[in-house]
């Protein structure tokens, strides 16, 4: 478990030298250190677990709301209205294909998210 976990284990590095002789009030410490790190990683998870849902709900909400102001932009485009026949439209193609990567990259972060809800607290790993 610890070896997952870098951070930690650098963590608890003992501070004496190799050759020091490790007596019971060492180990003590160190398993009180171990105690309070693993209560205050189980707080962070609890707290993460119950906000994890807001977060999941609003990053859906935010690809949903992306895509239809998409479709929407994208269909005034193709009705041949003002926007269509604007001497500025060569940029509104453009803007539209990064609402359309922006929307799939949100759409892929949210899989993620859903498959990964650790990620949020601990990153991306390898």
């Not at 485009?77 to 922006?102: D, I, V, W």
Request: glycine share 4%; charged share 15%; hydrophobic share 40%.
């Amino acid at each position: 478990f610890l070896g997952s976990l870098p951070w930690l284990r650098a963590s608890f590095q003992p501070p004496l030298p190799r050759h020091a002789h490790y007596t019971t009030d060492f180990f003590s410490i160190l398993l009180k250190h171990l105690d309070q790190s693993m209560t205050h990683l189980d707080q962070l998870m609890q707290t993460a677990n119950a906000r994890l849902p807001d977060i999941l709900k609003t990053l859906h909400d935010t690809v949903q709301q992306a895509d239809e102001a998409l479709h929407a932009s994208n269909a005034l485009l193709h009705s041949g209205g003002a926007a269509a026949s604007n001497p500025e439209s060569t940029t509104l193609p453009h803007t539209l294909y990064e609402l359309s990567r922006t929307a799939q990259s949100l759409r892929a972060l949210m899989d993620y998210l859903d498959s990964h809800p650790n990620a949020l607290v601990f990153g991306k790993r390898p």
